[in-house]
T-cell receptor, first 112, second 114 residues
C-alpha cells in the first residue's frame, strides 16, 4: 500500500507564477520529509527537506510546508522558471529508519 | 560532493539473460539502495544494505538479488531477465544514522529486456 501519495501526475504553470506540488502520507510515524527533483535520464537530486518539528522550511525559491494533523506537505516554487520543469518526488522517513518511502511523482512543466 | 556511479547508462538484454548492475559510492556511506522507477509507480525499493555483506528486502525483491562485498560497492543481479524488468534502475547511498536519511542517487541505468 502506498504510504506516500502524490495525486497529481502533472502540473503546468506559466513562467514567473507559483508552482504548488502536493503530497499526502498515511504513516503517522514519519517525521522527516524530503523533495527530490528528477530530469529525464538522470538520477533524482535532493531539493529540500523538513523535519516534523517544523511546519515550514525555505531555501531560496523553494518552500516546503508541513501540516502534520492533515498528514500533508506541499512544495512551493516562486517564481517558477523553465529550468524547474522536471518530475518532483516527495519522500518520507521515520527517524532511525534506513529507508525512504517515495511518492509516484508529479511532472511539472513551466511554460515560458 | 557525494558521487554515486552506476556502471551503465543503457543496457539492452534478451529474455533469460543474466544482468549485473554495478554501483559505487565514494563517500564511505553505510547504506546503499537499489530502486526501480516506472511511470506512474514512482520509485520502488528493491533491496538495500546497511553494512557490508548485509542486505534487506525492499518492496519488490522478487526476481532480483544483491551483493555487497565491499562498503563502496553494491551490485544488483537479475538472474534471468524478463520483459517486466524493463525499467530505470537507480542506485543510491546514504550516510546512515539519525538525521542522515538523505539519499544520494546515481544517474540510473535504463534496462530494456526484449
Amino acid at each position: 500500500d502506498q504510504q506516500v501519495k502524490q495525486n497529481s501526475p502533472s502540473l503546468s504553470v506559466q513562467e514567473g507564477r507559483i508552482s504548488i506540488l502536493n503530497c499526502d502520507y498515511t504513516n503517522s510515524m514519519f517525521d522527516y520529509f524530503l523533495w527530490y527533483k528528477k530530469y529525464p535520464a538522470e538520477g533524482p537530486t535532493f531539493l529540500i527537506s523538513i523535519s516534523s518539528i517544523k511546519d515550514k522550511n525555505e531555501d531560496g525559491r523553494f518552500t516546503v510546508f508541513l501540516n502534520k494533523s492533515a498528514k500533508h506537505l506541499s512544495l512551493h516554487i516562486v517564481p517558477s522558471q523553465p529550468g524547474d520543469s522536471a518530475v518532483y518526488f516527495c519522500a518520507a522517513s521515520e527517524t532511525g529508519a534506513n529507508n525512504l518511502f517515495f511518492g509516484t511523482g508529479t511532472r511539472l512543466t513551466v511554460i515560458p | 560532493d557525494v558521487k554515486v556511479t552506476q556502471s551503465s547508462r543503457y543496457l539492452v538484454k534478451r529474455t533469460g539473460e543474466k544482468v549485473f548492475l554495478e554501483c559505487v559510492q565514494d563517500m564511505d556511506h553505510e547504506n546503499m539502495f537499489w530502486y526501480r522507477q516506472d511511470p506512474g509507480l514512482g520509485l520502488r525499493l528493491i533491496y538495500f544494505s546497511y553494512d557490508v555483506k548485509m542486505k534487506e528486502k525492499g518492496d519488490i525483491p522478487e526476481g532480483y538479488s544483491v551483493s555487497r562485498e565491499k562498503k563502496e560497492r553494491f551490485s544488483l543481479i537479475l538472474e534471468s531477465t524478463s520483459t517486466n524488468q524493463t525499467s530505470m534502475y537507480l542506485c543510491a547511498s546514504s550516510l546512515g544514522g539519525i538525521g542522515n536519511e538523505k539519499l544520494f542517487f546515481g544517474s540510473g541505468t535504463q534496462l530494456s529486456v526484449l
